[in-house]
């Protein structure tokens, strides 16, 4: 686990495998505390490289046995890499037999093979398969897998692995009793980094299926006995899935099983390994008494996700680890995609949309201005773990949902169609390959010539090369004796480590412009004879100008509609024209923007202001009248008005400005949300009510919409009542907290007490706890709201380190140690920079902590820290204090001696 000197790896130093590895057959014997892995290859030279010794990757195991063509060979090691040097020369295959030992139950990494919960399973992407045996871990060596299973029947009835069960049965009794086993072969090539193996007492909940072309598949979702009343919307997402992508991009199903595999001890978020998927129990177990709406939504989305890398991955996967966002990005875009068809109605799609933005903009756009910054194709790094990043990720969908954009045609406006040609002759060229992001721009631009993306690709392809958020600054002439209106774009992008200066990007703007009566005016370019009541315009160098013609009053401009392109937008637009956009605009992306952006304003205002933020009121009485009108609407959607009601995170304040004051974004952000309690208590009276009956739970776009916007009424009713003294409302908000017939109602009414500061939040919580002691999941919940609920004089820390010490706490369990440390340090910042410390203390011993155990997580947690140099004082020194005390430990992981000294480096 501990290595020497961490060295960054190049993409500039790629160079081919030396070997190509094209069969493996492995077999297992499972044991917990030593389990036998016999790994027989065939390898052979590859031509196009001079010939070298063959250097295979292994890390934590015990090797007995190397053979080669059946017999002895001389091997030595060099770090952790075996080295073979005496290998029949010329280009004939040979076979290569590895045996070795691991220890799976000491593996607390969770990488490699583990053990949880007296199961095995396994997780190798990225570099995992070097734990479980000797090999060419790089994604561009792709060889046919057998594997058999061999291990007590008793305790591991169930043996899973990639692809097709060919064989099973009994083997000879062992020391503990029966013994069994399986063998699985995988019809299709892979790289290691998408084998699996799974073992334990499961079981599953079962689906046929025939596809378009009437093939017919097995589904199957694998759970602890007890949890199938769990899967269901797991099942159904995995079906709808399936059903998805063969109808939007004609890729079906290409395996007779498809498996999904639930554990609870998981690193991530779950994993696409090739017909077995592995899932973090949070992303598969749901039913209405114990899961949220936002659980439902996320397990849709994640069994998507991991679904649609079966071809966006796994049957075209990545050349090497800087070409991660090949993969996430587009696997993103899609799931995104999905997740918007599922919801069908264009005003639901639009708050998939927005939802969509929110999480881009308060964590990619901070990450892309901090330490971590990096392009979509990073350059270097020094440990690959520390790279899968909302960068990679939602930015690299942005990306790729640009390129749509791009290839759009008058009768294809949003380029639907032309995306879609572009994909197939992606798998046309790529097919069973390795291959580069540039391999995929390219594929789409073909297919689309002539495409504004075929036009600018170079240029377009600065996304993929250049890190940072872009600034777009727009300005419009209005030219009343014309009748023209001109807008300007010019665009800037900010410094990033390792990139002072940056070439211009392509920047669809997707605008329209709205009379100040707010009627929608048609869009017509000069020497254009069409008029629209939308464009498309594409900036393609530092600035660009563009005339509107026959437009008879002076416009507002919407810009960015749908948010077009991952940017900052400078328009300059003032409040007036603002509230026109919030009442009128007919893109529901930019209603909701103009909402937040005068919220945004008024709390910069006010947070400049020197004084005392309290009692005062932040906004406006005409953006309260217009919020109200939000809120009222006769025809907008429930789930929109939750949206537009809810007041930029403060997280989100923080990043738009130069210095930060924690403690002060809180005040002005509790202080904006008592105004807006109070200014509409009988609106929000009548929202609560209005939505609080939804019938029989149905996790759908709608009746969730209608629980979300309860949701809020409630929080905002037990805010104003703390402050107003009356009881009666926080006791019938306790009151549907004990009867809600759902977790997300349940949830919600509890979630208000809590951040209100009520007296009942402490009963309501024992409450809580007793009634859910024995489900995980909901457990979780408990602890992350505790540890999130706004700091009242200091007391959230204290809570914290007691939770530290309640019997459900346990560190070595990712998902819980997520719920309370991370909820604390990351989503709680005024209960975290405290200004004697004490938080970044805490931080400090959960970071050196977790790393004894897991340093991908510690890692994770060390990002806490990402934006300590725009603090201010006392928070900015004690910060520093606090990273240099962690940097000080000699023997910090790669993991988390990357992002710390990265952290260091920014002051
Ligand atoms: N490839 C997984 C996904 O995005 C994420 C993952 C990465 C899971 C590394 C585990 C380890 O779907
Ligand atoms: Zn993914």
Redesign the pocket.
């Known amino acids: 686990m501990r290595e020497g000197q961490p060295t960054a790896i190049q993409l500039a130093a790629y160079t081919a495998p030396a070997f190509w590895i094209d069969t493996v057959d492995l077999t297992f014997d499972l044991d917990p505390a030593k389990t036998r892995v016999l790994n027989k290859m065939r390898l052979r030279r590859n031509p196009d490289v001079a010939a070298q010794p063959l250097r295979l990757d292994g890390e934590e195991l015990n090797l007995a046995r190397v053979l080669v063509n059946g017999g002895g060979t001389s091997f030595k090691m060099d770090g952790n890499q075996l080295v073979l040097e005496n290998l029949p020369e010329g280009h004939d295959a040979f076979d290569l037999e590895i045996f070795t030992t691991c220890n799976p139950e000491k593996n607390t990494q969770l ?1 490699g093979l583990y053990v949880s919960n007296e199961s095995f399973f396994t ?1 190798c ?2 570099e ?1 398969f070097r734990r479980i045996t000797y090999f060419l871990d790089r994604p561009d060596v792709m060889a046919s897998y057998t594997v058999t299973l061999r291990a007590d029947k008793a305790k591991y009835p169930v043996l899973l692995s990639n692809g097709n069960l060919v064989e099973q049965g009994a083997l000879e009794d062992g020391p503990n009793g029966p013994r069994h086993f399986a063998k699985w072969v995988d019809p299709h090539k892979k790289p290691c980094y998408l084998f699996a193996l799974v073992a334990g007492q499961l079981v599953a909940r079962e689906q046929r299926i025939v596809s378009r072309s009437g093939t017919e598949h097995l589904l199957q979702v694998f759970v602890r006995p007890g949890d199938l009343d769990k899967t269901e919307h797991a099942m159904n997402s995995l079906m709808a899935s399936v059903a998805w992508d063969e109808a939007r991009f004609g890729l079906p199903l290409d395996l007779e099983r498809f498996m999904i595999v639930a554990t609870s001890d ?7 390994n090739k017909g077995l998927n592995i899932f973090n129990t949070k992303y598969v177990l749901a039913n209405p008494a114990t899961a949220t709406d936002m659980d439902f939504g996320n397990i849709e989305s ?1 069994v998507g ?2 679904y649609f ?1 079966n071809w966006t ?1 796994n049957r075209i996967t990545c050349r090497d680890w800087f070409q991660l966002s090949l ?2 990005g587009l ?1 993103v875009f899609r799931d995104q995609e999905f997740s918007q068809d599922m919801a069908g109605e264009a005003s639901a799609r639009a708050v998939k949309r927005i939802e969509d933005v929110r999480v881009l903009r308060t964590v990619q756009f901070a990450e892309d201005a901090g330490p971590m910054a990096h392009p979509v194709r990073p350059d270097s790094y020094v440990e690959i ?1 520390n790279f ?1 990043t909302v960068t990679i ?1 939602e930015k690299g969908a942005e990306v790729v949902r640009m390129m749509q954009t791009l290839v759009a045609t008058p009768t294809d406006s949003l380029g639907r169609d032309g995306f879609a040609k572009g994909m197939k002759l992606y798998f046309d060229r790529h097919d069973g390959q390795a291959v580069t992001c540039d391999d995929f721009a390219q594929a789409i631009a073909d297919a689309n010539p002539g495409s504004a993306l075929a036009l600018h690709l170079d240029t377009f392809k600065h996304w993929y090369s250049q890190a940072g958020t872009p600034r777009l600054q727009a300005t419009g002439a209005y030219n009343a004796a014309e009748r023209t209106y001109t807008l300007t774009l010019s665009q800037s992008c900010p410094a990033t480590p390792d990139q002072d200066r940056k070439a211009p990007f392509v920047i669809p703007v997707t605008l329209g412009l709205l009379s100040r009566d707010g009627a929608a005016l048609p869009l017509q370019l000069a020497g254009s004879s069409e008029a629209a009541p939308q464009h498309t315009l594409v900036l393609t160098e530092a600035s660009a100008s563009y005339s509107f013609v026959n437009i008879d009053s002076e416009p507002v401009p919407s810009l960015l509609r749908g948010f077009s392109a991952p940017v900052v937008l400078e328009d300059g637009l003032n409040a007036d024209d603002l509230l026109i956009l919030l009442a009128h605009d007919s893109d529901p992306f930019n209603q909701w923007e103009a909402g937040q952006r005068l919220m945004l304003q008024s709390a910069l205002v006010a947070i400049q202001q020197n004084k005392d933020l309290t009692g005062q009121p932040v906004l406006s009485d005409a953006l309260v009248a217009a919020l109200r009108n939000v809120l009222r609407h006769p025809t907008l959607d429930a789930a929109f008005k939750d949206l537009a009601l809810t007041l930029p995170s403060e997280n989100y304040i923080a990043d738009q400005l130069d210095v930060v004051d924690p403690q002060r974004v809180h005040a002005l952000r509790e202080t904006m949300r008592l105004q807006l309690a109070s200014a509409l208590q009988a609106d929000w009276q009548w929202a609560w009510d209005a939505h609080k009956n939804n019938g029989a739970y149905s996790p759908d776009a709608k009746s969730a919409g209608r629980r979300a916007l309860s949701g809020l009424a409630m929080t905002m009713l037990c805010v104003a009542a703390v402050q107003s003294g009356d009881a009666v409302t926080p006791g019938r908000v306790y009151q549907q907290f004990k009867d809600a017939g759902n977790m997300t109602d349940r949830f919600n009414a509890l979630s208000a007490l809590v951040v209100s500061g009520h007296a009942l939040a402490q009963d309501a919580l024992a409450l809580f706890h007793k009634l859910f002691q024995h489900e995980a999941l909901v457990i979780d919940k408990w602890f992350a709201l505790q540890a999130g609920a706004p700091d009242r004089a200091g007391d959230v820390l204290p809570r914290v380190r007691q939770l530290m010490q309640h019997p459900d706490f346990s560190l070595r369990n990712p998902n819980r140690a997520r719920s309370l440390i991370f909820s604390y340090c990351s989503a709680n910042p005024a209960g975290f920079h405290r200004a004697d410390a004490a938080g970044y203390v805490y931080w400090s011993e959960q970071v050196l902590a977790l790393d004894a155990i897991n340093p991908q997580v510690a890692a994770r947690l060390a990002r806490a820290m990402d934006r300590w140099s725009r603090l201010a004082e006392p928070y900015r020194s004690a910060a520093k204090v606090a990273i240099e005390r962690v940097a000080a430990k000699t023997d910090l992981s790669n993991d988390v001696r990357e992002v710390i000294s990265r952290a260091l480096s920014a002051a």
Do not use: R
């Open positions: 990488m997780q992407e990225a995992g998981f690193n991530m978020g779950a994993m696409e994640v996700h991991e890398h991955g993969k996430e696997t773990n899968y990720y």
